[in-house]
């Protein structure tokens, strides 16, 4: 994969708060994933990565 290809850590946070919002919208992971371009596993994994990033950040 092209280096620029890879999303750093501020564009992963960005898409994690996209999928929380268009969760709390009514969307479908599988609607989501399409949107974002991402696999369906990958937004599935999201709400698991949300907990673990803003608890890094309290700390």
């Known amino acids: 994969m092209l280096p620029e290809c890879i999303p750093d850590q501020r564009e992963l946070t960005r898409r994690m708060r996209i999928v929380k919002t268009l969760r709390k919208l009514g969307k479908t992971d ?7 371009y991402v696999p369906v596993e990958w937004v599935r994994s999201v709400e698991d990565n949300l907990s673990n990033t803003s608890y890094q950040q309290s700390s």
Do not use: H, V
């Open 30 to 36: 599988e609607a989501i994933a399409k949107s974002l």
